[in-house]
Each structure stands twice: as C-alpha cells, then as structure tokens.
C-alpha cells in the first residue's frame, strides 16, 4: 500500500513538558499565511528562511484561498488549542503549524526540492470516516476498488472531475495520527481563481504554486503555519514566529 502522507516526525521536537509551541530547531523554511478572521476564506502568505537563528523574509508573499467556512484548529505540531477545532466536512482549512512533508501532481516531475509523487487515475486521498484508511492517499490498484468508495476523492482531478486544481500541489501534515473524523486531505494546490475558496486546503495562483515548489527543500524541514491575524499577533513571541507586520 502507498502512503503518501506520513507522520509528522517533527512532532517530537516540538511538544513536550510546557506544551508551549516553537517551530522545531531543525525547520529554516517558513511558510505563513494569515486571514483577517476565523470565518474569512482568503488570507495572505509569506515565505522565510531561518538566518543564524532569525527569520528573514524570502521572496513569496501572495494571495491565497482558504476554507470557504475560514479556519479552525487543526492537529499538527502545535499543542492542542481552544476554541473551534477542525472536522470532517466543515469548509474550514487547519489552523497551526504543521510539516510539509511532500509534493505530487500530474506531471512525471516538477521543479522542487519536496519529495514528489506523481499520481495517476487509481489514486485517492480517503476522506470516509469510519475507514482504516481515513486521510491516507493510496494507490487503488493496490488496496481495492471497495477500500476507495463513497467520497474518497481522486488525486487526478482532471480525470476524475475535469479540472487542474490538483495538476501541481503539497501535502501538509494534518492530522498526522489519521484521528477519524477531525478532518483529511489537506493541502496546497492551485486555484480556480482569486477569492474562489477550498473546501479545507490552501489555493494559489499556478505560478506562485512554481516559485513554491522550486523554494522549499525537504533538507530544510519546511513547515506551514496558518492563523488568523489577532491569534497570530497572539502566539508570535511564545510560538517563535517572524513579524509580519512589515511585510
């Protein structure tokens, strides 16, 4: 069986006594976006790269797409949050920090420094609560026609729903314990258009997409935050992230 979302094996490095997040000391690349609210379903987002200890402003920042229901609190390696925590089917994408732990698409290969995977008609991403796979991406041909029924959705969305939204994409490790139900298949991956939200993922313009690809490097144990402004402003100093009021 073909898992191409694995477990965040930076957890470890950040939770522990205290509970108090950091980004992991090996992590020195940052990708950040921020909303104006918890229900808003666009935001922006920046790139930075760790320097001797500081993080310095790379050269992406850009629109984006979120949750057409805004952001909710995801499971990655922040310590769990109160307040709304992200489901199954709510319109909402994760809220926190979390690894970005590959990349796939249509294409035999793309410019990246991710591991990269590229998919063909047989693979889904399960999103059916109740399955022993649930927000695992496998390959059908290997677990079973039964295995990938109801709504697990395919990977090649050109031929499964006749459209490019996945043709070039990054998987962020959410929910990397595969808890049923608290919510599956998050990524990054391109948009229909400026201000047209996702059902849970971030969107982006394709050649922002390009840029990203080619920047992150998985030597450099990229990772994703996501938040909403005042919580931003809120966890920056104790969860160690960069200012981006000047950006």
């Known amino acids: 069986m073909t898992l191409l979302i694995s477990l965040a094996t930076l957890s470890l490095a950040l939770l522990g006594a205290g509970a108090q997040a950091q980004i992991p000391p090996e992590s020195s690349q940052l990708v950040i976006t921020v909303t104006d609210s918890w229900d808003a379903d666009s935001g922006h987002m920046y790139t930075f790269r760790r320097d001797q200890g500081r993080w310095k402003a790379a050269s992406i920042a850009t629109p984006v797409n979120v949750g057409r229901n805004g952001l909710a609190w995801g499971l990655g390696l922040h310590p769990a949050q109160s307040g709304k925590q992200k489901r199954e089917g709510d319109g909402r994408a994760p809220a926190g920090i ?3 732990d590959g990349a796939f698409g249509y294409l035999p290969s793309v410019k990246t420094g991710l591991d990269y995977q590229q998919m063909n008609a047989g693979h889904y991403c399960i999103d059916v609560t109740g399955s022993p796979l649930y927000n695992q991406t496998v390959d059908a041909g290997e677990v079973g026609q039964a295995a990938v029924a109801g709504s697990s959705e395919g990977m090649r969305r050109d031929i499964h729903y006749g459209d490019q939204l996945y043709r070039k994409g990054i998987f962020v490790a959410h929910n990397p314990h595969n808890r049923d139900g608290a919510g599956s298949c998050i990524f990054m991956h391109l948009w229909k258009d400026e201000g047209v939200p996702t059902a849970g993922c971030t969107s982006m313009a394709e050649p922002v997409m ?12 990229p990772v994703y935050v996501a938040l909403p402004r005042a919580e931003y402003e809120r966890l920056r100093k104790s969860w160690s992230l960069p200012d981006i009021e000047g950006e």
């Open 98 to 100: 979390f690894a970005l």
């Open 210 to 221: 390009d840029r990203l690809l080619g920047w992150l490097d998985a030597a450099e144990h």
